[in-house]
């Protein structure tokens, strides 16, 4: 599994992705479509129409990571678009659900708890 460092953000594209894309074309995507900064430290996440694929876009100091998934079996619980956003930021802990066949809220799941470092 793919292990993101810390303060890492992850956008997820709403809807499909044609995934027939190479890195530049989901670069291009990146930046003219979600009006971000593919050089960013985040995770840039597609899916294709049949939510059995994915792929994961990543800057990593001199060159790009493209990560894919195909499932064998079942769907990812992927997110229509909505309120024409073309992407969503979504946490590390979401993005873990979505690649365990999870949906992105889990009502059932305990909250997130953040250490606190007495000083």
Same mark, same amino acid.
């Given at each position: 599994?793919?292990?993101?460092? %810390?303060?890492? *953000? ?6 499909? *992705? ?17 009006? !971000? ?5 985040? !995770? ?12 994961? &876009?990543?800057? %990593? ?9 195909? !499932? %064998? ?9 909505? %309120? ?10 979401? &993005?873990?659900? &979505?690649?365990?066949?999870?949906? &992105? ?15």
């Amino acid at each position: 599994m793919l292990s993101p460092r %810390d303060g890492l *953000t992850v956008y997820l594209a709403c809807g499909a *992705t044609d995934l027939r894309k190479s890195i530049d074309a989901l670069a291009a995507v990146v930046k003219y479509s979600f009006d !971000l900064d593919v050089f960013s430290s985040s !995770l840039f996440v597609f899916c294709n129409k049949d939510r059995d694929k994915l792929k994961i &876009l990543y800057w %990593d100091h001199n060159g790009f990571w493209l990560y894919y998934r195909r !499932l %064998d079996k079942g769907r990812f619980k992927w997110p229509k678009q909505s %309120d024409g956003k073309p992407a969503m930021a979504i946490s590390r802990r979401q &993005l873990q659900w &979505l690649l365990d066949g999870l949906a &992105l809220e889990q009502h059932k799941a305990h909250p997130e708890v953040l250490a606190r470092i007495a000083v």
